[in-house]
């Protein structure tokens, strides 16, 4: 079952919950765009190869280009996220239970971003999900494990193999480089850095795109009352719409975020930045070959760290990696408690 723009705007005008809870996801892709994509971009503008505008007006193209090319080439993480949790039967209130799951991402998305601090929204949007979930459902019921533990999987995925894999081409290209003229490689890792960014905000774009596309065609069938997304086909307009909003938010900014990962973390020089860049974008697309969601800051900051451990394990900044894994940590107990009561309050007074 496909759905055309015109029945979607139908039921958009018909339906306020549907179209709050759309507003709010569209919210929460803009947020995404604003606070998770300057990661994609972050080395790139550190190493200035890029003046922070142009880098993040070319991410916003690469954003939109990666929701829209990658979800029709295989879409299996945007039917992950979809099937992770279980709202229930009564599909009234499950649209409730959604409004408030999203609701509560964009207060701890923003709250992180004030002070600076690169959150996951693709963990947030788990946490989310599934405290509404049980919140709905009254117990662990409303989480389907099978679905679930693909989420750990990507955690995982997200900081060993971000790691290893920024180490080994760090790595790599050092041994490749080694007795070279260095003026030359700066000049041709400068060029090859803006291709590597590019190619994050593109794998950015592939992975959290489709995440959102599952939450709206969640909203959509709760509407229509269907309790789940199967049999529904995802339409062009919705990947161009996600596209477009995220390459929106993107375009705000994300300066504070760029400088806390890109420049506070580790001091990179240009072929470390483009070997951050590979290993983040290879680690991306590897998971979204397998239908496994996994979060771009966790990605991209951990190779980072594995390509500043090449030269040694001082030149990281702890401090820093310290503040982000707090708030890791952090963000599955608290956007999923803030989402848990967020959605009894919904629920009662809706």
């Known amino acids: 079952m496909e759905i055309s723009f015109s029945y979607f705007w139908q039921q958009l005008l018909s339906n306020p919950a549907l179209f709050v809870t759309i507003l709010l996801t569209l919210g929460v892709i803009f947020v995404n765009g604003w606070t998770d994509a300057p990661n994609a971009i972050a080395t790139c503008v550190s190493t200035r190869c890029l003046g922070v505008k142009k880098a993040i007006w070319m991410s916003a193209v690469f954003n939109f280009l990666g929701v829209f090319i990658m979800t029709q080439i295989n879409s299996s993480v945007a039917s992950t996220i979809s099937n992770m949790v279980d709202f229930g039967t009564d599909t009234r209130s499950a649209l409730i239970a959604l409004c408030a799951a999203l609701f509560s991402i964009v207060i701890y998305s923003v709250t992180a971003s004030v002070f600076g601090i690169p959150t996951s929204e693709s963990h947030s949007l788990i946490a989310g999900l599934t405290g509404s979930a049980i919140a709905i459902q009254g117990g662990i019921d409303g989480v389907n494990m099978d679905e679930w533990v693909k989420v750990l999987y990507g955690l995982v995925l997200s900081l060993i193999l971000g790691f290893l894999t920024g180490w080994a081409v760090c790595k790599i290209i050092t041994l490749i480089c080694q007795g070279m003229d260095r003026r030359k490689t700066n000049f041709f ?19 959290d795109g489709q995440k959102f596309i599952g939450v709206l065609f969640l909203a959509i069938a709760f509407s229509n009352g269907q309790n789940n997304v199967t049999g529904m086909v995802i ?11 995220m390459g929106s938010g993107t375009s705000v900014g994300g300066e504070k975020i760029i400088k806390s990962v890109g420049m506070d973390m580790v001091k990179l020089e240009k072929y470390q930045g483009f070997s951050a860049d590979l290993a983040g974008a290879l680690c991306l697309l590897y998971s979204s070959v397998f239908g496994i969601p996994v979060s771009t800051t966790h990605t991209k900051t951990s190779a980072i760290m594995g390509v500043g451990a090449v030269k040694r394990l001082s030149a990281i900044n702890f401090n820093i990696v310290k503040d982000m894994m707090l708030t890791w940590v952090f963000t599955f107990p608290g956007c999923g408690l803030i989402s848990f009561i967020m959605a009894k309050i919904f629920m009662n007074i809706f």
């Open 189 to 207: 890792f400068k060029n090859a850095q803006i291709f590597g960014a590019a190619a994050m905000s593109f794998m950015h774009g592939a992975q």
């Open 235 to 245: 339409p062009i307009w919705l990947m161009l719409l996600c596209s477009f909003v």
